[in-house]
């Protein structure tokens, strides 16, 4: 049962943060603010870099921010103004929001795709690697579709990559302990 347990804990990854804003918007702050806080160790959530729910933009600049709150506290959550935040940057979601659905893809193939070769998974996380060391070294600023983008290409490399090896493992682990039982039975 360990790809049902990856695809909810991907789920569970991507589920919760967005669960916070449609709490918030629902009137449960605190339930809302727990969450941005459980998240808070696992990402920057940078509002700039970051979807809302439930106000006029999804998305919004640095600078559109600014205009609007004046000084942009690091960890804004939103208002009812400009809508709810998820507890989650942009690639996050993509990244866990990929690794879900990737998941499920794997188990509907009848767990027989082959590993992603090492070249082409390098290949397949590279344009996130260079989107965020750019913006890392102030080369560029990433907008919300690369984000999106590089860390579906990242989430999804990353399934493709390890579930084929972890099926492998597992199955021989099963057989490990099916004649290692059958062993105490005799």
């Not at 918030?24 to 700039?48: D, K, N, S, T």
């Not at 397949?124 to 690369?146: F, K, R």
Request: aromatic share 12%; net charge positive; hydrophobic share 50%.
């Amino acid at each position: 049962h360990w790809l049902a347990m990856a695809n909810l804990a991907a789920l569970l990854y991507v589920g919760l943060p967005t669960l916070a804003p449609v709490l918030a918007w629902a009137g449960y702050e605190g339930a809302a603010r727990a969450v941005h806080i459980m998240f808070g160790p696992l990402c920057h959530q940078m509002p700039e870099r970051s979807f809302f729910l439930f106000g006029p933009q999804v998305v919004y600049s640095y600078g559109e921010l600014a205009q609007r709150l004046g000084e942009v506290p690091r960890r804004y959550a939103g208002d009812a103004t400009l809508g709810f935040k998820i507890a989650v940057c942009q690639r996050d979601v993509a990244i866990y929001a990929s690794m879900f659905l990737a998941g499920l893809a794997y188990g509907a193939t009848g767990r027989r795709l082959r590993p992603l070769a090492a070249k082409a998974f390098i290949l397949l996380i590279l344009p996130m690697a260079v989107d965020g060391g750019g913006q890392l070294l102030g080369l560029w600023s990433s907008t919300w579709l690369s984000r999106l983008i590089t860390g579906a290409l990242f989430g999804g490399a990353l399934v493709w990559l390890t579930y084929p090896h972890l099926h492998k493992a597992m199955a021989e682990v099963h057989t490990s302990l099916v004649e290692l039982i059958a062993g105490w039975e005799r």
